[in-house]
């Protein structure tokens, strides 16, 4: 079992910013990294996705705000949100996959609740 360690969120006005943070273990090799969310009531829904080439994907809720970046040496994945909005509330939940030639595994962190008041 791989243990995620995420950090960062917490309470913000509207138009502030947060930073979350997702720790994989640093022996082990990881391709995709992404954050997903879940908002009361809603299904989960992804973020952003990170490649271990680097390219990326949004939701189109969140282009031009959020950005994701990966430190593949200390296996750790970034989500930088900027002009944070109500309905960008919800729990947080980072997930890495790593696919082998015999394996093709999805890992989640526990979860950090992100809350902007309007």
């Known amino acids: 079992q791989v243990q995620l360690v995420e950090s960062g969120g917490g309470s913000v006005q509207a138009g502030g910013s947060l930073r979350l943070s997702c720790a994989a273990p640093i022996s082990i090799s990881i391709n995709h990294m992404g954050w997903y969310r879940q908002a009361p009531g809603k299904q989960r829904e992804l973020v952003a996705l990170?490649?271990?080439?680097?390219?990326?994907n949004y939701a189109d809720s969140v282009k031009g705000r959020f950005t994701i970046s990966r430190d593949n040496a200390k296996n750790t994945v970034y989500l930088y949100m900027n002009s944070l909005k109500a309905e960008d509330t919800a729990v947080y939940y980072c997930?890495?996959?790593?696919?082998?030639?015999?394996?093709?595994?999805?890992?989640w962190g526990q979860g950090t609740q992100v809350t902007v008041s309007s």
């Open positions: 990170i490649t271990s080439a680097g390219s990326t």
């Open positions: 997930n890495v996959q790593r696919i082998g030639p015999t394996y093709n595994n999805d890992y």
